[in-house]
T-cell receptor
Framework: DADVTQTPRNRITKTGKRIMLECSQT?????MYWYRQDPGLGLRLIYYSFDVKDINKGEISDGYSVSRQAQAKFSLSLESAIPNQTALYFC???????????FGPGTRLTVL | QQQVKQSPQSLIVQKGGISIINCAYENTAFDYFPWYQQFPGKGPALLIAIRPDVSEKKEGRFTISFNKSAKQFSLHIMDSQPGDSATYFCAATPSNDYKLSFGAGTTVTVRA
């Protein structure tokens, strides 16, 4: 987990606020992902990026946006947070040649 | 619509017992099936993975059984230990895609 860091680890915010979650990795991987985890639903892919100039929507991208600032940095933004975006958010990375994804420790986001 | 259906949602097993978690899928393009283990407060981590060219893969006390015709795969934890208490996620992806579709997760509790 130390190779993939997420900030903040916990955040409480109010409906309508803009929130940015940040992810940094030292693994040198090209591919980065954002997931949200909800009880009973597992992990669902929000956005993914296969390199700095490549951004792709996942299965639940509505209400979210991302920015790949560098190979090592991938940020997730909620432009106007709503309560049903309350969840645990994970960043992950993978090497282009391998299937294993390495996850960060997660950010617990609460939208009131 | 989850592409990978996982059961049970939770299970309790005595120390030394066998834990069995089942997953099923419909997408015949899936050809890589990993299992991730998640401890409280941590991100998921790859535990073991299988490709359809084999029907079983064993790593220590963890075994994946794969039934291609039934489109099902399962994780067996032999000689379960309290340290195995965690949430387990099955996942699947086409190996030319690398976007994982996760099951809903199974919380395993091993009683000493």
């Amino acid at each position: 987990d130390a190779d993939v860091t997420q900030t903040p680890r916990n955040r409480i915010t109010k409906t309508g606020k803009r929130i940015m979650l940040e992810c940094s990795q030292t693994k040198g991987h090209d591919r980065m992902y954002w997931y949200r985890q909800d009880p009973g639903l597992g992990l669902r892919l929000i956005y993914y990026s296969f390199d700095v100039k490549d951004i792709n929507k996942g299965e639940i991208s509505d209400g979210y946006s991302v920015s790949r600032q560098a190979q090592a940095k991938f940020s997730l933004s909620l432009e106007s947070a709503i309560p049903n975006q309350t969840a645990l958010y994970f960043c992950a990375t993978s090497d282009a040649a391998l299937n294993e994804q390495f996850f960060g420790p997660g950010t617990r986001l609460t939208v009131l | 619509q989850q592409q990978v259906k996982q059961s049970p949602q939770s299970l309790i097993v005595q120390k030394g017992g066998i834990s069995i978690i089942n997953c099923a899928y419909e997408n015949t393009a899936f050809d890589y099936f990993p299992w991730y283990q998640q401890f409280p407060g941590k991100g998921p981590a790859l535990l073991i993975a299988i490709r359809p060219d084999v029907s079983e893969k064993k790593e220590g006390r963890f075994t994946i059984s794969f039934n291609k015709s039934a489109k099902q795969f399962s994780l067996h934890i032999m000689d379960s230990q309290p340290g195995d208490s965690a949430t387990y996620f099955c996942a699947a992806t086409p190996s030319n895609d690398y976007k994982l579709s996760f099951g809903a997760g199974t919380t395993v509790t091993v009683r000493a």
